[in-house]
């Protein structure tokens, strides 16, 4: 019982350190969410509802927008009315109109209710969070398409968003129904995904996300991707997929955000149980991230590195898989190295020591953070150190290892005598350490 106990609090403890950073750089920060209308009939709501303000709570200036499509179409049923749907877009008439603002008008004020509770089981219980909402929307008319006459359905024309910023700084929650006005005081029926990402676009938010039905973003064998650039989430989308109209539609939404400067996107499963806060402080997330650059880079490391590459190499050294370094030798070796960044953390990092005379290198200090392992990353990083070689004319590559022997073997390299080291690097040899060499020839 007393390790399962400090299981428990060291797994809290580590993810508490994890989400620090993110905690500190939501200060202050925009984030657009956006859920379906379904998501009130559900019992994750109320939980949901607590996430909110707990965002809220630590500085996130957060903007709500809520759909009505289920709520609509039982009031539409119930009069025996229904809702067109023509090539995506939904055909809105007088009485679809009607049960969309009979609807919204609903959805809005129980989702104010929850929010008016606090958070349960902290210091903000029954606190009152004010929630604004208005007219900050406005809209035209789709018109006719095809043919197709779409009557009260809109798109935006136009946001008030110094009002909303406005009213951000005054530490209130923006709740945005999926309803725009007219100057000549018509209302119109707008898509809520649609909505959101304009919404992001013209307020410059720095995070748009999208709790949808689906698991995620997924490949073709239905597997989660965790994330992507715009460039390859339109690949995707144009490509056969398995993946619901809707959450198709939100993908095709979060691409035109983030051509719009709008940082990151995220598509988050809203069944699972905390899936916004997981997604949000943790560095992996539990959804799929669409960003204009790509997650994850590699890259050559620079002096800012140091305390990040001495806090990946130590437990290695610790455990005698590499050679102890001091700040000074990385500090002086620094671009020798070349580092994967995974949001801001060094999950990844080797060097290259070359020796132009002998025309061969050493790939030195290759390490592979702990949780990021067996996912491709050292191969990766393998390739680039082998790739740079070559550009400087090296024939061949050389590691001395205690500990790696076999992962080197089964990528070319084989076992030589210490001998055939090159002269100034015979000279630093540990001979305590016992290293083996082993050498690649073909760099391919």
């Not at 019992?43 to 927008?65: A, E, N």
């Not at 008439?93 to 349960?120: H, K, P, Q, Y």
């Not at 050679?323 to 953390?345: A, C, Q, W």
């Not at 061949?396 to 070319?412: M, Y």
Request: aromatic share 6%; charged share 25%.
């Amino acid at each position: 019982m007393a390790q399962k106990i400090l299981n428990k609090q060291d797994s809290f403890v580590d993810w508490f350190r994890q989400s620090t950073p993110y905690i500190n750089a939501f200060r202050n920060k925009t984030f657009v969410i956006a859920f379906g209308g379904e998501l009130l009939a559900d019992t994750q709501f109320t939980l949901l509802v607590h996430d909110i303000m707990l965002l809220h709570s630590l500085g996130v200036k957060l903007i709500l927008v809520h759909g009505a499509r289920p709520q609509t179409e039982a009031r539409l049923k119930k009069l025996g009315g229904e809702l067109k749907v023509v090539n995506g877009l939904r055909i809105t008439n007088d009485l679809a109109l009607d049960c969309v603002i009979d609807a919204t008008s609903r959805v809005r004020v129980e989702i104010e209710a929850l929010l008016s509770m606090g958070l349960a089981n902290s210091l903000t219980a029954g606190k009152t969070v004010h929630i604004s909402s208005g007219n900050f929307v406005t809209a035209k008319p789709i018109g006719i398409l095809d043919g197709v006459d779409y009557l009260h359905t809109g798109e935006v024309r136009k946001i008030a968003t110094q009002t909303i910023k406005a009213t951000l700084e005054q530490n209130n929650l923006v709740l945005i129904p999926p309803l725009g006005y007219s100057p000549t005081g018509e209302v119109f029926n707008l898509n809520a995904k649609d909505l959101a990402a304009e919404l992001a676009s013209q307020l410059q938010a720095d995070k748009l996300i999208y709790l949808i039905n689906d698991k995620g973003i997924t490949n073709p064998r239905n597997q989660l991707i965790r994330e992507l650039t715009a460039n390859d989430a339109r690949q995707l989308i144009n490509k056969k997929t398995k993946m619901s109209d809707s959450t198709i539609r939100c993908i095709d939404n979060a691409i035109k955000a983030v051509n719009n400067n709008v940082p990151r996107c995220h598509l988050i499963d809203r069944h699972i149980d905390g899936g916004l806060l997981t997604e949000l402080f943790t560095r992996d997330g539990c959804g799929s991230l669409i960003s204009a650059n790509n997650f994850e880079i590699m890259r050559q490391a620079t002096i800012n590195d140091i305390a990040s590459l001495i806090e990946l190499i130590q437990p290695l050294e610790q455990d005698g898989i590499l050679v102890k370094r001091s700040r000074e030798n990385l500090e002086t070796d620094i671009s020798s190295f070349t580092v994967i960044e995974r949001d801001g953390m060094v999950i990844g990092c080797a060097a290259l020591f070359p020796f132009i005379k002998e025309k061969t290198g050493e790939l030195s200090c290759f390490a592979v953070h702990k949780n990021y392992q067996n996912n491709g990353r050292g191969e990766a990083l393998f390739n680039a150190i082998q790739q740079h070689a070559k550009q400087l004319g090296l024939n061949n590559l050389f590691v001395l290892t205690t500990r790696t022997a076999q992962w080197f073997k089964e990528r070319g390299f084989k076992q030589k005598d210490i001998k055939q080291l090159p002269v100034k690097r015979r000279l630093l040899y540990n001979y305590q350490r016992n290293s083996k060499m082993f050498i690649k020839s073909d760099l391919t």
